[in-house]
């Protein structure tokens, strides 16, 4: 199956205001709805569980193939720039793509595109793509990869290049404050 490249963008939000607008390369974003409530939902739920019980170590069989391509520009216009120079490069493709665009602090400058991924073939290849293009538009773009949920996960677990199956708590402290986070979103609390 291919897919046709040309993103939809969730309703229009003020990224600027801390919001996010979710893209994906379907009209109706169901591979987003669809992921969220197959894989992300299900995921949060066994952190939650493990939390319960005051562990040692995580179980992280899901984080390991759930990972992030981001892209910092200075805006929310060079954003869409930048998703519109992909879609025109890489018509079509063979799978879907989906992600967001936002930030989630106010005083950081700059706007966050992240594609959510669970392949490192595709991963690599996107990241090498938005490098590409990213620096046709904006040379000071910031461009890397990194795990989904790596600010509840890294958290405990710290570098998420040195987790493993079976990953050790690093800070044991937090766990009470990374429960309450998960708990939040799991009643859907952002």
Known sequence: MLYL????????RNVNKGYWM??????RLEETKRKIYSRCVPC???LYLQLQQA????ALEEPLSCWKVVTVMESEEECLELLEAYQDEKLPISKSLRGRIGTRDREIPGI?????IHDEEQRDELFADLKKLAEGLNAKANIFIE???GDLYGALCGD???WQEKTPIKNTSIIPFIKEKV???LRGEY
């Open 183 to 185: 708990a939040k979103l």
């Open 112 to 116: 966050a595109m992240i594609f959510h």
């Open 160 to 162: 998420w290049r040195k």
């Open 44 to 46: 949060l739920e066994k």
């Open 5 to 12: 490249m040309e993103f939809y963008v969730s309703s229009k």
């Open 147 to 149: 795990r989904g949920c």
């Open 55 to 58: 562990p040692a170590e995580l």
């Open 22 to 27: 979710s893209f994906e390369n379907h009209p």
